[in-house]
């Protein structure tokens, strides 16, 4: 029976959290070919541009899904009360982070285009595009606090309808500004920029009225209900969150380094490495709603103390996992010849990116396994600082060295160097799974204790 009914909310959760994260990376994937039609240096240039917003997105991500280990237990129990003041220190800590990073990125906008790189043309096409989309940060962060707390008590539905819809303006909107349709003129990436930040803030104005137009929610509170967390509180969850915090900051920092080691070998390996992210990141988009999906039900069953319970949900967990792998790595090898069609590039480039595909492809069952160790059951469980061990010792100590060393030392083209930068994922898992089977991942912060 409890096999039974892991699967059955297991696809009830996890299948909303696919299709938000199918969307979420569909407005990426529309960016890339929209505006790899206009140039291949205008792609670089959004690409890095991108990744600036990738790495503030990140950050945050860290702090609500850090929180959101306490906020998933109190569901689990129905204390609402804490729930509530779990959403206030999350937009407390959106205020405190999205303001000053506005204000950075604005004035510093060419410094940070130029750390992806030299190409004057990609420097000139980024910060026109970072200015404006870097307003848009702020409405991220305010929509991320009600989709990361809606997962966490299990309300998807229009959530999922909201970030379907946004998309949607989103596309529409390039299609408009980028182009020139409709009457408006042909702005290229500032056109992009405007569409992006009018999409956010229209995201933002929906998913609230979504909780505070409804009559009964439990995510609807009063500032005061919101803010009046203690500090023993803030202190609790931030024990949490600030190792997922700078493990998410810096696995950010890590991917952004290795974007600009990819971006010193030419413009065109910098635009290939920003289709070839995006692909698979469309593909994993599985592995990420069922990652989200398991950790909210295994959070919740250790919030009501049943530890054995848990361990055997995350059991089932990485038996999925195995499955997917084989399936996704056979459908993005399958994949390479139509997604490379797209593109007008030249010959050597369309290689350049068939070669990144593949490599990709190979890579992604001891990276996927890694992920679904730490984000959907190790993390669950509260074992953020161990997590943060890891992903700064292999992403931040290991995958950024080798990533320079192919490309300045050995001068390898950009697929050997994508390959040599997989290897630490193939030792990471090994670490992983030994910390997953000694089981001191599991604890509880509702105080309701089971033997395991």
Partial sequence: MEKDNFYRRLTVIGIPMVIQQIISVTLNLADTIMVGKVSENALAAVGAANQVYFIFGVVLFGIFSGAAVHAVQYWGIRDLESLRKIVGIDYTMCLVL?????????????????LFSDNAEVIMLG???LKIACFSYIFSGMTFVISYNSRSIQDLKYPTIINGCAIALNILLNYILIYGHLGFPELGVTGAAIATLTARIIECIAMHLCIYLRKEHPLKASPHQLFSYSRTLFTNVM?????????????AVSVSAIFAAYGRIS???????QIAVT???????????LGNASAVLIGEILGQGRKTLAFEYSRKVLKVTWVLNVV??????????????????????????MKALLVYAVAMTPKMLAYMTICAILRAGGDTVFCMYMDVSFNVGLQIPLAYIGVLLLKWPLHWVMA????ADFIKVFF????YYSKKWMNVFTGREEIC
Avoid: H
């Fill in 127 to 129: 910060t026109r595009y």
């Fill in 328 to 353: 996704m790595t056979v459908v993005i090898i399958l994949a390479r010849t139509p997604i490379a069609l797209i593109y007008n590039f030249s010959p050597e480039t369309t290689d350049m990116l």
């Fill in 267 to 273: 413009a065109s390996a910098l635009a290939v490495s």
């Fill in 98 to 114: 999205s303001l000053p990073a506005i204000a950075v990125v604005f004035f510093a906008a060419p410094f940070f285009i130029r």
């Fill in 279 to 289: 692909v698979t990141d469309f593909f994993q988009t599985v592995y990420f709603g």
């Fill in 420 to 423: 040599l930068v997989a290897v």
């Fill in 239 to 251: 024990k949490t969150a600030i190792p997922v915090i700078i493990t998410e900051g810096l696995w």
């Fill in 432 to 435: 992983c799974y030994y910390r």
